[in-house]
């Protein structure tokens, strides 16, 4: 068992290094490959149909898993490779009464969410106007009828008149909403359309009766499904328009795709004025040339080959100032070139770009659900069920023992004396027990929990995406409200990651004062560290360059991760790295060195050892800045209540150096700790049961990143830390760390407040609708206002989560 030794003395046995797991699925075998599909699904309402998806999709043969969105509309499917196909597999949900088809990301023809969301709006506003005109109709009929009105009889107290507004609203429209329902009661997946539909369809049933059969005395309800039907209808179109608002940013971001780009020869081209030839952007090819006028975006990856401009990066990093770009340097799609023209030539185009991948990762991650959130639509899934067993026990308790334990409901609930007289108790109690029954069927919202998490997370990452932090999903949220503990890989996250020769020192130089020593030693450590690209070499190797040395050409080069690198120079072997990998070669260092390094050491810097054939020569130390904002974003996680600590491969003395000038404990200091045992030190902290962050940007800290609770890496670093992480900077700012946890603790905040008011509601609601205040207060809820509240519920869901945008979330 390995054992890492803290800077304060302490040690801590390190577990066995974790593997980076594969993309595979929980019913997967991992020697299987998978795919993913994704499909655009239509016709969902509450978080019973998201279930009722999830079902049919999971049960498909050579699916794996399924994750569905309902605000988006959208399932992502992990299948194996090869054995599903995209257009069969829509065309099961379609047959299930769920309008579904594959989204081929080649292309982007299919109707995006935002423009569906504006064309059923458009479409439902001429059932709105033909609903408010029934409501308005209706209840002006309904005043009528216990005002001045009722002793003078007009075509607005008849019964025949609400007859036919009742009529009218539901084979108008309210039609879809129960035809919906009845087609889900058939499949044996009742939705929220369901009990809507069962409710007006109810009440329209037994006032009709109550109609055609007077002797029955039953009380004609005609105007409950008109309201029932009118206000879920308002409530669907201020939901849909706030679910509108809710994606608009994600939408903003597709729309930053270049759609057209100018093809020309070569970089001349530009530069002479000509222009090119205009081809869809997602044909360039890579290493293709292309032209960008100043206000245009520039179409796919690439670098500048002509010409000199100012790029708005905004859209990328969330940094409003232009960027000065000129021939060499990078540019991405998407980004918009302002001020000059220029020739790009195409390093990644497509699916490949930095937006695309940026879009991609967005959209996953609204597709990805918390834990919290799976559970609500694990209970959403048999809601529908419960609230129909409800609504039959309301009846059945009201109508054998509610009524007669208490005979002077009917009269509290509503009823004059004079009707309440002319029925019996036993037309009275089931008159009164189906109203209560109507009403638990329609006061139920299965809506709102299923709106609850996804509409908070579609905000807050679409939030996070326009400021530059990319979160990876629900699941990522929930995971950083619990963090305790962050840690900072040290070089090229707290520090610059561009280090710099501060001094070179020989042994023979110590002792004879010569500084030509110290830059022969240069040279040599210089052709040592040509042979290898990690920081620590660049800067020895650019020192030489500086000062206009001649570097030797080594040649069989050996590197030893995490310890230096070995070649043959001049026909000697020369060593260049650690202290210990020196001594575990057998080589003394003598006692001045040492002396002189303890001295650098404590000053923070890091050193290099040099050695040939068996002798140490000298040291180089090297110093990596810390980054401006490095202190302030330690301060503020430590403002947050998270333990910051810092892990490096430094030696203790200059490990505490750093951590002095961040204001870090020693004790918080992981010093010694070579690259592949980064993600060990991680599972060791998470053995002592803290949750842990891990903030890296190299090779070496992907299995760390993989193994903390949240990886949390920095754009400039390498592609595989960032696969590796959940949080993304695109910034490259370590203050970016602070407001990417800050957006996350809001976001997540959300969530709970939504699943609160949720249950909450219903919670309550349901009671209410059932007459539990009936009997001792005399409140009873009618249908149509059960229907009024329930669309409530669901509209200030949507509507709270869209505050995260008002509200101030940094703190």
């Known amino acids: 068992m390995e054992v890492l030794q803290s800077v304060d003395g302490s040690s801590k046995p390190l577990s066995?290094?974790?593997?980076?797991?594969?993309?595979?699925?929980?019913?997967?075998?991992?020697?299987?490959?998978?795919?993913?599909?994704?499909?655009?699904?239509?016709?969902?309402?509450?978080?019973?149909?998201?279930?009722?998806?999830?079902?049919?999709?999971?049960?498909?043969?050579?699916?794996?898993?399924?994750?569905?969105?309902?605000?988006?509309?959208?399932?992502?499917?992990?299948v194996k490779a090869g054995a599903v196909d995209p257009a069969g597999l829509a065309e099961k949900l379609t047959e299930a009464g769920f309008p579904t088809q594959p989204r081929y990301s080649e292309t982007r023809d299919s109707i995006s969410p935002t423009e569906r969301h504006r064309q059923e709006i458009k479409s439902s506003i001429w059932q709105i106007a033909i609903a408010g005109l029934l409501i308005f109709l209706s209840g002006i009929g309904h005043f009528a009828q216990h005002s001045w009105f009722a002793d003078h009889p007009s075509i607005l107290?008849?019964?025949?008149?609400?007859?036919?507004?009742?009529?009218?609203?539901?084979?108008?429209?309210?039609?879809s909403i129960v035809v919906d329902g009845w087609r889900g009661l058939r499949r044996l997946a009742p939705n929220m359309n369901a009990l809507v539909g069962l409710g007006a369809v109810t009440a329209y049933t037994a006032s009709t009766v109550a109609l055609l059969f007077p002797q029955l005395g039953w009380e004609c309800f005609f105007d409950e499904p008109v309201m029932l039907l009118g206000f879920i209808l308002l409530g669907r179109t201020l939901e849909q328009h706030a679910r509108g608002k809710a994606a608009a940013a994600f939408e903003a971001l597709l729309s930053l795709q270049p759609r057209m780009a100018r093809l020309i020869a070569d970089g001349d081209v530009a530069a002479a004025g000509q222009l090119g030839v205009e081809i869809p952007a997602d044909r360039v090819r890579v290493g293709e040339c292309l032209q960008v006028l100043p206000g245009e975006k520039i179409p796919v990856d690439g670098k500048i080959i002509a010409g000199r401009t100012t790029v708005?990066?905004?859209?990328?990093?969330?940094?409003?100032?232009?960027v000065l770009k000129q021939c060499g340097d990078a540019v991405q799609a998407g980004t918009l070139n302002q001020s000059g023209a220029i020739a790009i030539r195409a390093t990644r185009t497509g699916k490949d770009t930095t937006l695309a991948q940026i879009v991609a990762l967005v959209e996953a991650a609204q597709t990805r659900k918390a834990p919290v959130q799976q559970l609500a639509d694990t209970v959403a899934g048999y809601f529908t069920y419960g609230v129909m067993a409800a609504a039959a026990l309301t009846f059945i308790f009201w109508y054998f023992i509610g009524t007669h334990v208490w005979p002077d409901v009917t009269i509290q609930s509503g009823m004059t004396e004079m009707a309440h007289s002319a029925l019996s108790t036993q037309h009275s109690g089931l008159l009164l027990s189906l109203k209560l029954a109507i009403?638990?069927?329609?006061?139920?919202?299965?809506?709102?929990?299923?709106?609850?998490?996804?509409?908070?997370?579609?905000?807050?990452?679409?939030?996070?995406?326009?400021?530059?932090?990319?979160?990876?999903?629900?699941?990522?949220?929930?995971?950083?409200?619990?963090?305790?503990?962050?840690?900072?890989?040290?070089?090229?996250?707290?520090?610059?990651?561009?280090?710099?020769?501060?001094?070179?020192?020989?042994?023979?130089?110590?002792?004879?004062?010569?500084?030509?020593?110290?830059?022969?030693?240069?040279?040599?450590?210089?052709?040592?560290e040509s042979g290898t690209c990690h920081p620590l070499a660049t800067a020895i190797v650019e020192s030489a360059q500086r000062q206009g040395l001649s570097i030797p050409v080594g040649q069989d080069f050996y590197t030893q991760p995490g310890f230096g690198v070995r070649a043959a120079v001049e026909g000697q072997q020369v060593l260049v790295g650690t202290q210990d990998w020196l001594l575990e070669a057998g080589i003394a260092i003598d006692s001045p060195l040492l002396e002189r390094a303890r001295t650098l050491a404590e000053a923070g810097?890091?050193?290099?050892?040099?050695?040939?054939?068996?002798?140490?020569?000298?040291?180089?130390?090297v110093t990596d800045n810390l980054r401006p904002d490095a202190k302030a974003a330690a301060d503020e996680l430590r403002r947050l209540g998270l333990r910051v600590m810092m892990l490096t491969?430094?030696?203790?003395?200059?490990?505490?150096?750093?951590?002095?000038?961040?204001?870090?404990?020693?004790?918080?200091?992981?010093?010694?700790?070579?690259?592949?045992?980064?993600?060990?030190?991680?599972?060791?902290?998470?053995?002592?049961?803290?949750?842990?962050?891990?903030?890296?940007?190299?090779?070496?800290?992907?299995?760390?990143?993989?193994?903390?609770?949240?990886?949390?890496?920095?754009?400039?670093?390498?592609?595989?830390?960032?696969?590796?992480?959940?949080?993304?900077?695109?910034?490259?700012?370590?203050?970016?760390?602070?407001?990417?946890?800050?957006?996350?603790?809001?976001?997540?905040?959300?969530?709970?407040?939504?699943?609160?008011?949720?249950?909450?509601?219903?919670?309550?609601?349901?009671?209410?609708?059932?007459?539990?205040?009936?009997?001792?207060?005399?409140?009873?809820?009618?249908?149509?206002?059960?229907?009024?509240?329930?669309?409530?519920?669901?509209?200030?869901?949507?509507?709270?989560?869209?505050?995260?945008?008002?509200?101030?979330?940094?703190?």
């Open 16 to 78: 066995p290094q974790t593997a980076i797991s594969g993309r595979f699925g929980a019913n997967a075998d991992p020697a299987d490959p998978v795919e993913t599909i994704t499909l655009d699904v239509g016709g969902m309402k509450c978080a019973g149909c998201v279930k009722a998806v999830e079902n049919q999709l999971t049960h498909y043969p050579g699916v794996v898993s399924a994750c569905v969105n309902l605000v988006t509309e959208v399932a992502v499917c992990e």
């Open 157 to 175: 107290t008849s019964f025949w008149f609400h007859w036919g507004l009742a009529t009218a609203t539901l084979l108008g429209p309210g039609r």
């Open 312 to 322: 708005d990066e905004s859209m990328l990093t969330g940094e409003a100032v232009p």
């Open 439 to 528: 009403a638990v069927l329609v006061v139920a919202c299965p809506c709102a929990l299923g709106l609850a998490t996804p509409t908070a997370i579609l905000v807050g990452t679409s939030i996070g995406a326009e400021s530059g932090l990319l979160i990876k999903g629900g699941d990522v949220l929930e995971r950083v409200c619990s963090l305790d503990t962050v840690v900072f890989d040290k070089t090229g996250t707290l520090t610059t990651g561009h280090p710099t020769v501060t001094d070179c020192v020989s042994v023979s130089g110590l002792l004879t004062g010569e500084e030509d020593n110290s830059r022969s030693l240069l040279q040599l450590a210089a052709a040592v």
């Open 605 to 621: 810097k890091t050193l290099v050892y040099v050695a040939s054939e068996g002798v140490s020569l000298g040291l180089i130390a």
């Open 649 to 811: 491969g430094d030696k203790p003395e200059s490990a505490v150096e750093v951590a002095r000038m961040l204001g870090l404990d020693p004790a918080d200091v992981l010093a010694g700790v070579r690259p592949d045992g980064k993600a060990a030190a991680i599972a060791t902290l998470q053995t002592q049961g803290h949750r842990v962050a891990m903030i890296g940007d190299g090779i070496n800290d992907a299995p760390a990143l993989a193994q903390a609770d949240v990886g949390i890496a920095l754009h400039a670093g390498t592609d595989i830390a960032i696969e590796s992480a959940q949080i993304i900077l695109m910034r490259d700012a370590v203050t970016d760390i602070v407001e990417s946890i800050q957006l996350s603790r809001a976001t997540f905040n959300k969530i709970r407040q939504n699943l609160f008011w949720a249950l909450a509601y219903n919670t309550l609601g349901i009671p209410i609708a059932a007459g539990v205040l009936l009997p001792s207060l005399g409140v009873v809820l009618s249908p149509s206002a059960a229907g009024a509240m329930m669309a409530f519920s669901s509209v200030s869901v949507v509507t709270n989560s869209l505050l995260l945008r008002r509200l101030p979330w940094r703190r």
